[in-house]
Structure formats: C-alpha cells, structure tokens
C-alpha cells in the first residue's frame, strides 16, 4: 500500500483586479499495488482533491465530486527486457517539458491506453498509446452495442519515446484534436533532449519540432510548422553552502498571422509547465494566454542548502516571440522558495512570487493587467 496526504495553503494575488484570495487545497490519495504471480502486477490509486469549505455542510454533503481513480492498470513482465502495461496510467518523461503529471496541481494528469518497455543495448524504447477524448456514443457501461455506431472521430495520441544516458529522442502524434477554436488538429512532434556535464559544469538542452494539419480559428486550412528550444547551463560551487546558479532560455515559437496558411504556435502537448516560464503559472498553456504569439524567458537561477533547507530564487524575463499590439515586453517575475524534509515521510515547502508587467502584460492578448502581482503559499506533505 502507498499513499499521500498534502496540504497546500496560498494566499493568490494572481488576478487583473488585484484583489487577494485565501485558498487551502487538500489532496489525499491511496494506492494498492498487487503481484498477481511472477510476471503480472496491478496497481489501483484512488485520488480525492478538494479545498477546504467546497462542502458548505459536511453533514449533508458527501458527494466527493473531484473522487476518481487516478490509476488503474495491469503490468506484465515476461522477461528483464519487456513490459506491458495497459490502463489509466502517469506519463513522465525527461523534464516533462511535453509529457508530464502535473504534480504540482491538486488534480494530476493520467492516460487511458496501453504502453510497452523495451530495454536493448542501453537504451529504454517507451511506445505509447491512448485515448483522450472518446466522442462516439458507446458508454462506459457498454450495455448496448447498436448505439456505437463510431460516427464521431476520437482524440488519441501515438508515440515513441527513447532514453538512454544522456539523451532523450522521441515522436509524438496527436490527433483529431480540438482546442479552443482550431479544430481537426492532426499534428506530429518530434526531437530530442540532451545532458552533459563536466565537472561542476552542467548543461541540458531540448529541441521540438511540430508540423501537421489543422482547421484554424478562421476556418482555413493551416499547415502548422512550429518549434521549442531550451538550452541551460549549470554550475555548483563549493563551500558549507553548497550555492548552484543557472542560466536558462526557453524559447516557444509563435504565429504572426492566423489569417494565412502556416500556423507557427508551438503547443507543449501534455507538459507539466509549471517548473518553467515562472511558478506563477501566468502562461500554462502558451498558444492560448500568449494568444498565439509565444514566449521566451530568460531565467536566472540561484540556490543555496543551509543546513537540511533548500533555498532557491527564480528571476524571469519574459517576452512575445512575435510583437503583439503592445509590443513584445511580457515583464519580470520573482520566484522565491523554501524547502526542508520535516521527518523521513513529511516535508514543508513555502514561496513567495511577484510579476510586473511591462507593455504586453497590460493589453490584450496576454491581458494581466497594470498592477504587481503576487502569490504565497505554504505546503506539507506526508507519504507512506
């Protein structure tokens, strides 16, 4: 058995008006994991995520409407080399920059399908299927089989991803998407992820490219060309401190014109965004809260460990890729983070963030307003 408990408490300033909010948000989750024999294992998790006073009686109120299983699935294993797994699953790759849970939110991500593991001459070959969306008229109870008739397309995503020391390739397809007003998104992904280091000298960089079909916001046939780069680099320094720095750039391309053929906004798939383009999470989903026009940040990273506490802070400057009616400056942000393991099984963590929009930020379509904004919290969680 496994399970969690968290408890994250934010006081969110994150709003045009600027007016803050006080928010407790619980998440609570129980695993059971089974070995059938030696080849098969099951794993069932049950995740209930709410905030406190959502009931506003908890004597007469026990619908859990955010209960669900969060995992599901049974994993066969006939040799060291080669596993299957089928069921609701996490996906969690490299830095998570295109596949990731999304830890971070109180309701996390899973895939219905199927993925299977291949291990040959150090490398780790993942192939990937599942269904996101399922439009026919076939229910989960399945008690009829005339009304599935399959007239309605299903959202589903195929790929490829291989890691070995150092490097990470993939493939990704994802198709008969709709998002916002583009429809009918048939759209592939594909690059690669690279590490190295020397010393105390560290470098990481990815590189994605998106190309496919798509119906665009006007109603005209696009053919998306698209990209996402990042390349940073790392340093550690010695002393009782153990003080790290960073220097970072992300780059997420954009479109300058939805009225013409090509569409040029990379979209980050199924990423856990919130590690990059500031903890605030002002931009999780790039395409729609840049209205298209992508983003770059420039971030500088610092961190120090006095004692069993990990302290870091985060400077961004973020920016359009392509200018919008304001202009390309988006604004600063100010990142600031404490951490520390309060037992084997507990740990707390708490920030502090601020944004000050420049030009961009003010007007639409990034649209935050004039004000500063800021963002708090305090958070504890317990594993078993």
């Known amino acids: 058995m496994s399970g969690e408990i968290r408890v994250r408490s934010e006081l969110d300033a994150r709003s045009a008006t600027g007016a803050p909010d006080q928010a407790t948000l619980l998440r609570a989750r129980l695993g059971i994991r089974a070995r059938l024999d030696p080849r098969t294992r099951a794993f069932v998790q ?11 009686n908890t004597l007469t109120d026990a619908a859990a409407d955010l209960l669900d299983v969060h995992q599901a699935y049974v994993e066969w294993q006939p040799n060291a080399r080669w596993r299957l797994r089928a069921g609701r699953q996490e996906w969690a790759f490299a830095d998570e920059r295109l596949i990731g849970t999304v830890g971070w939110a109180n309701v996390t991500r899973a895939f219905d399908g199927l993925r299977t593991t291949l291990t040959a001459g150090g490398w780790v070959i993942d192939g990937l299927a599942a269904v996101l969306d399922e439009r026919d008229a076939v229910t989960a109870v399945g008690l009829d089989p005339r009304v599935n008739e399959g007239a309605a397309s299903d959202r589903t995503l195929y790929g490829v991803w291989a890691a070995r020391a150092g490097l990470d390739l993939f493939m990704i397809v994802d198709g008969a998407a709709t998002e916002g007003p583009i429809s009918r998104i048939d759209r592939w992904t594909v690059g690669g992820n690279v590490r190295a280091g020397a010393g105390p000298l560290q470098a990481s960089g990815t590189f994605a490219w998106q190309g496919g079909n798509q119906r665009g916001a006007l109603s005209n046939d696009q053919r998306i060309a698209a990209w996402l780069g990042s390349l940073a680099l790392s340093r550690g320094f010695a002393g009782a401190l153990k003080p790290l720095a960073r220097v970072q750039v992300d780059l997420v391309s954009g ?97 502090y963030s601020a944004f000050a929009p420049s030009a961009a930020a003010r007007a639409a379509p990034v649209a935050l307003g004039d004000r500063v904004l800021h963002w708090a919290y305090l958070q504890v969680t317990a594993r078993f």
Request: cysteine-free; charged content about 15%; hydrophobic content about 45%.
């Open 255 to 351: 479109d300058a014109a939805a009225n013409d053929g090509t569409y040029g906004a990379f979209n980050t798939l199924y990423a856990t965004n919130h590690p990059f383009y500031g903890l605030m999470d002002l931009f999780l989903n790039v395409p729609a809260q840049t209205g298209g026009l992508g983003l770059m940040d420039a971030l500088v990273h610092g961190e120090v460990r006095p004692g069993v506490w990990a302290v870091s802070a985060d400077l961004h400057a973020l920016r359009l890729m392509e200018s919008g009616p304001a202009g390309d400056a988006i604004g600063t942000e100010l990142d600031i983070t404490a951490a520390r393991p309060l037992t084997p099984s507990l740990a707390l963590q708490g920030g």
């Open 46 to 56: 049950i995740s209930d995520s709410r905030a406190f006073g959502d009931e506003t």
